[in-house]
């Protein structure tokens, strides 16, 4: 599709979804929001793009095969988990630095394994269906 | 707490994350995926020597206590299962190393496999039923893809009622999930047991079983919801149709004694009375459907269906002798089907078909695999001293005992019928002579990587048959576990803090 309104407005609005579905993840811990929805809000970003510009620009701004995310996501979140195990407490155990804090800890890593698998699995399926 | 429970989980996902990484490495992905399975099992079995010896193990994830976290809970018939799908698993990758030419062109297939793998070990271990639903999720996706990886037109064609009829029942559990915890508050299956002990809505908690029942029954391949299931099994590559057949009914069959034992307890009459009936018509409608077909895989494909009817037999009569030979059933027949699906592979490498008038002769030039055949299937069909025969012998006994004569005899007939299209099999593609029209004359060099697991299963097979004293006595300390739920719900709920 080649719309000048729409590849407009995507330059703006996609930057933006992308900054929301950041503060989503960031948010997650304690208020609503979390790696999940913060993944499709930011696919839904990329879908914009995919629509404005077509699935090369996504694949070629990517440089990596969207697999790879899923693949490194869940290294990611079952890496947060073990983090409890190395202590000798049950699997997926917060472990917070430093620890009062709720800012930075496990929780934030596994979340954004979920983000990660969540938007890799969503562009293979997008970038796969545009290109048939 | 025991970290133990977590492996057979973590190890799946572990491999797939792997070999999703090394997507331009087939070789290295191959080589990931078998040490994958391997240290799956060997989770599996130790676990099993935990439980087995020290009793029902409990991990209450992330550390948050009972009904709040999420509890992984490993009893009897857990790890009963736990190892029978580390075996198949195994069993199934290493065949599939075997027939990959087809499988390398997508190469996400290690990744699904593993994935359905954990999502097989999660829906055993949890004792959390909001999270078997996420469970029952991740199995789905990953036997979606796994069912369309060849991408053949015929694969869709099976996968699209598959799915479509699954996402029904995911949608009925997720209903059925939602009233359930509107009306007790909780859905940690221990403290559910609590709850409805003393639960007034009783009318309402009997409504929402049958919910479950519908959900798992779709899964299970219970009559009527059965369709799916022969219209899609025989369309994926053999090693995945193999395990399919071994394992995902089967995770209905589990969840509907999980849930019918230790939740919904409140007015077994109705439930399990229903599910009596049910389970005889489902016996009977998949052997006559089996009677009526003519390829290799849609029998055994129909075979599934009236086997669960046995096992359903077990948890609707209720009785620690029924229970005791639902388990022993299970165990038998996951094992069982799933190599008797490996067997039609090697029948189609040689013949080059599955229809059973094209196939023959295969007694004549291979033997080896006429044995190979023989033991799974005439243990299916019952016939002693093959494990069958203990299975099917225990829930009759227990039919009989409290005096459901005519059970008993649907029992027995439909033994008969399987014999008939066991034989059906054996006659055409074995004993017949090659028609003019097959193809099979050529030799064909058996193949290490599928015939290793064939051989192994079927010794399994033949040990559980020959020396059928433990793994009876296995069965019955699940079934134990099971008519006395206090055990497991003081072990989430009770000494299970850590």
Redesign the interface.
């Known amino acids: 599709m080649t719309s000048v309104i729409l590849k407009t407005a995507t330059r703006l609005v996609g930057a933006l979804v992308l900054v929301l579905s950041i503060y989503l993840l960031w948010r997650g811990h304690h208020a609503p929001g979390g790696g999940f929805i913060a993944a499709l809000v930011a696919a839904t970003g990329f879908a914009l793009v995919v629509l404005a510009e077509g699935p090369g620009v996504v694949r070629r701004g990517l440089r990596i095969?969207p697999?790879?995310l899923?693949?490194?996501g869940?290294?990611l979140s079952?890496g947060a988990?073990l983090v409890?195990?190395i202590r000798q407490?049950?699997?997926?155990?917060?472990v917070w630095w430093p620890s009062t804090s709720a800012v930075a800890g496990t929780p934030l890593f596994f979340d954004t394994g979920v983000f990660l698998v969540v938007l890799g699995a969503i562009l293979t399926v997008l970038l796969a269906l545009e290109e048939s | 707490?025991s970290?133990l429970l977590?492996y057979p989980i973590?190890l799946p996902?572990?491999t797939?994350?792997?070999?999703?990484?090394l997507?331009r490495k087939p070789a290295l992905q191959q080589a990931v995926s078998l040490a994958g399975v391997i240290g799956q099992l060997a989770a599996c079995i130790v676990l099993f020597s935990a439980v087995t010896e020290d009793g029902i193990q409990v991990?209450?994830?992330?550390?948050w206590p009972a009904p709040y976290g999420i509890s992984l809970v490993a009893d009897h018939l857990s790890v009963l299962m736990l190892m029978v799908t580390g075996i198949l698993g195994t069993a199934a990758a290493f065949y599939a190393r075997g027939e990959l030419p087809d499988h390398l062109r997508a190469k996400?297939f290690h990744?699904l496999f593993h994935v359905l793998l954990g999502g097989l070990s999660g829906a055993f271990l949890t004792g959390d039923l909001f999270n078997l639903y996420v469970w029952f999720e991740v199995m789905l996706m990953a036997s979606f893809g796994l069912m369309t990886s060849g991408q053949r037109r015929a694969q869709f064609r099976g996968a699209v009622p598959y799915v479509v009829i699954n996402l029904l029942a995911t949608l009925l559990f997720l209903m059925g999930l939602a009233l359930l915890y509107g009306l007790t508050g909780t859905l940690n299956m221990a403290h559910l047991h609590q709850k409805i002990l003393s639960h007034e809505a009783r009318g309402l908690l009997t409504a929402v079983a049958f919910l479950f029942m519908a959900a798992f029954g779709i899964k299970a391949g219970m009559f009527p919801l059965f369709f799916w299931l022969p219209a899609s099994y025989h369309t994926p590559g053999i090693a995945v149709s193999a395990l399919f057949a071994g394992m995902l009914t089967k995770v209905g069959v589990y969840a509907l004694i999980r849930t019918f034992s230790l939740v919904f307890h409140h007015d077994m009459a109705t439930t399990h009375g229903v599910l009596l009936v049910i389970a005889g018509l489902t016996m009977v409608t998949g052997v006559l459907g089996a009677a009526a077909q003519n390829a290799f895989r849609r029998i055994l494909s129909f075979h599934i269906i009236s086997q669960v009817g046995y096992m359903l037999l077990g948890l609707a009569l209720w009785t620690p002798l029924a229970l005791t030979g639902t388990v022993f059933y299970l165990v038998h027949h996951m094992i069982v089907k799933a190599n008797l699906f490996l067997v039609s592979g090697l029948g189609r490498d040689i013949n080059g078909t599955m229809d059973l008038n094209r196939m023959g002769g295969l007694y004549q030039a291979y033997p080896v695999v006429a044995v190979l055949f023989f033991v799974p299937a005439f243990s299916l069909a019952g016939f002693p001293p093959l494990s069958g025969f203990w299975a099917k012998l225990l829930l009759i006994q227990a039919s009989l005992q409290v005096e459901h004569y005519i059970v008993a005899a649907i029992a027995v007939a439909v033994g008969l019928m399987t014999v008939y299209s066991m034989v059906k099999i054996w006659i055409e593609a074995f004993w017949k002579p090659l028609p003019s029209s097959g193809t099979g004359g050529a030799a064909v060099p058996y193949s290490g990587w599928k015939m290793a697991p064939v051989c192994v299963l079927a010794m399994i097979t033949l040990v559980i048959g020959l020396g059928a004293e433990p793994v009876y006595r296995l069965a019955d300390t699940a079934a134990r576990e099971l008519m006395a739920p206090q055990v497991y719900v003081e072990a989430v709920l009770g000494g299970g803090r850590?």
């Open positions: 095969r697999q790879y899923i693949g490194a869940l290294a079952m988990g409890g195990m407490q049950p699997f997926l155990t917060g | 707490m970290n977590i973590l996902f572990g797939a994350a792997a070999s999703l990484l997507w991990l209450q994830v992330g550390n996400s990744a850590p």
